[in-house]
């Protein structure tokens, strides 16, 4: 199931969550994310490092695709999250990994929220 949540960011459903937990703006989520760009380069996973990412949602402190994202997947939910690059790191990129003006795609799982 595919679903545009905000203009610049895609949300395919891959596992469904509990339908009725939502991180709300300020609230702190803790996620597991694998980040590629349109060529399949994987520039960044938590999965990979075995330790998940936790972060305040909605407020700032990550892209802003995240920010707009996030917040659209209940509790549990495994989803894609697709990008343009002015939800992501726009015309600067975060060199090396990512170019300037790069699409990104993240495969997030909403793993707690507090």
Same mark, same amino acid.
């Given at each position: 199931?595919?679903? !545009?949540? #905000?203009?610049?960011? %895609?949300?395919?459903?891959?596992?469904?969550?509990?339908?009725? $937990?939502?991180?709300?703006?300020?609230? %702190?989520? %803790?996620? @597991?994310?694998? +980040?590629?760009?349109?060529?399949?380069?994987?520039?960044?996973?938590?999965?990979?490092? /075995?330790?998940?990412? /936790? $972060?305040?949602?909605?407020?700032?402190? #990550?892209?802003?695709?995240?920010?707009?994202?996030?917040?659209?997947?209940?509790? +549990?939910?495994? !989803?894609?999250?697709?990008? $343009?690059?002015?939800? +992501?790191?726009? !015309?600067?990129?975060? =060199?090396?990994?990512?170019? =300037? @003006? !790069? &699409?990104? /795609?993240?495969?997030? /799982?909403?793993?707690?929220? &507090?």
């Amino acid at each position: 199931m595919t679903y !545009a949540g #905000v203009q610049g960011v %895609t949300v395919e459903i891959l596992k469904p969550g509990d339908g009725s $937990t939502y991180p709300k703006k300020g609230d %702190t989520v %803790t996620i @597991h994310y694998v +980040g590629t760009l349109d060529d399949g380069y994987k520039f960044d996973s938590s999965v990979d490092r /075995q330790k998940p990412f /936790q $972060t305040e949602i909605g407020v700032g402190k #990550v892209i802003k695709g995240w920010d707009e994202g996030i917040p659209q997947l209940s509790l +549990g939910e495994k !989803a894609i999250l697709k990008m $343009t690059p002015d939800y +992501g790191y726009g !015309a600067r990129g975060f =060199p090396p990994s990512i170019p =300037p @003006h !790069a &699409n990104l /795609q993240f495969e997030v /799982q909403l793993l707690s929220i &507090n």
